[in-house]
């Protein structure tokens, strides 16, 4: 199992950019795909990227696609996104998690654009 902690959220102004950081602890952890998910409030977890075990190949949603950049050093076991040209729809609480998704899943970090 991989333990998962979030950390670099913030609050940060329409158009400005934050770099969010996941630690996971594990010997698996460069096994694994890894992705990263928000959850506003009231809304679902939704899925925003993903990364494979090589960090050779990467896929976002649409809503992110051009913005956020995904990556990670599995020397470091951390995966990393960041995030430019951030919007107020962008608020939400961001999770890191390996895919398949485990259980549990990090406490998140708090991402907040303000207009």
């Known amino acids: 199992q991989v333990q998962l902690v979030e950390s670099g959220g913030g609050l940060v102004q329409a158009g400005g950019s934050l770099s969010l950081s996941c630690a996971a602890s594990?010997?698996?952890?460069?096994?694994?795909?890894m992705a990263w998910f928000r959850q506003a409030p009231g809304k679902e977890r939704e899925w925003l990227a993903r990364i494979s075990w090589s960090g050779g190949n990467t896929y976002y949603t649409d809503s992110v696609k051009g913005r956020f950049t995904i990556s990670r050093d599995n020397a470091k076991n951390t995966v990393y996104l960041q995030m430019n040209s951030l919007k107020p729809e962008d608020t939400a609480v961001y999770y890191c998690?390996?895919?398949?998704?485990?259980?549990?899943w990090g406490q998140g970090t708090q991402v907040t654009v303000s207009s």
């Open positions: 998690n390996r895919l398949p998704a485990q259980a549990p």
């Open positions: 594990g010997r698996s952890f460069s096994s694994y795909a």
